[in-house]
């Protein structure tokens, strides 16, 4: 009796197992941050990253951000120059090094800047986009050449620059080094408005430190993602600094409209249009023609004269 309940635990209750086991993957449902509701993630993805319902914005990579801005999710990727990997050989809890090459495993990205050139809405546009999951969005000296090598671009191209923002600082495994980066890209912003080209900044969340204190507020217009957190030190130190509740939002992109720091606050998926009329209207593009290059490929080849017109018989 004994040896048969061993053959059935040991035989017949595994097959039974395996067969009715469901392989579920794990990236089915996204969990809202702020409500806790579980989405499909594939109503999350087609809705921009958005959280239908609570409109909250998840953080996205600079490859999905380029794809949501360029016409078709298509650009070139601009090079960018190499920089020291561990100028000071820093070490704290692990070496600075393998944290680059965790973040570069993590990410697929050599650092957290990632520049491309392309169209948006039909208007050839240079982008610099920064991850947050590359070590915080953090600014060293990888991504202070990248930023400039970006304005570069765009004078090179005579496009505006178009900044998404995303970063919890200077990065302090490159301690004066990463801050010198605060005016060589501020230099950058510079050689932009004497080319009289537009610089527009999207602060997404989170933008604070030494980003917020540089070229994040340099743009021509400012604008925002609902709910991102922007600012130089975290509220938390505030409160610690000055020993008082600070009010309701504050930091946050609304509170920061309603006091003049932000243009205005636009839904990701109103975003590409917005950016497009003000790079529009700030290089002086006519509707007209904006509209022209914003239309389909083949909407433009009806409109275009035909270069063999059907030739006219000759009187005799």
Known sequence: MVEAMNWISEVVRPKIKTLFKRETPENLWVKCPETGQMVFHKEVEANGWVIPGSEHHLRITAQQRLKLMFDQGTWLDVPLPDAPADPLKFRDEKRYADRLKDARAKTG??????????????????????????????????????????????????????????????????????????????????????????????????????????????????????????????????EQTIREKLPDGFQRAEYLKDHGMVDQVVHRRDLKGTIARLCGLLMQVPAEIAAAEAAPAEARAETRPDAKAEAKPVPA
């Open 109 to 238: 990205m050599t650092d957290a800047f990632k520049v491309g050139f392309g169209r948006v809405a039909g208007l050839p546009m240079t982008l610099a986009v920064q991850d947050f999951g590359f070590m915080g969005g953090s600014l060293g000296m990888a991504a202070g050449e990248a930023f400039v090598r970006g304005a570069e671009t765009a004078l090179e191209k005579r496009t505006p620059y178009v900044l998404f923002a995303a970063s919890g600082g200077a990065r302090m495994q490159e301690g004066i080094l990463s801050l010198m980066q605060m005016p060589r890209t501020t230099v950058a912003v510079r050689r932009l408005n004497a080319a009289r080209l537009p610089y527009v900044v999207v602060l997404t969340n989170p933008t604070t430190g030494g980003v917020t204190a540089s070229y994040a507020m340099l743009g021509d217009v400012h604008l925002a993602e609902p709910g991102a957190l922007i600012g130089f030190a975290g509220p938390r130190v505030i």
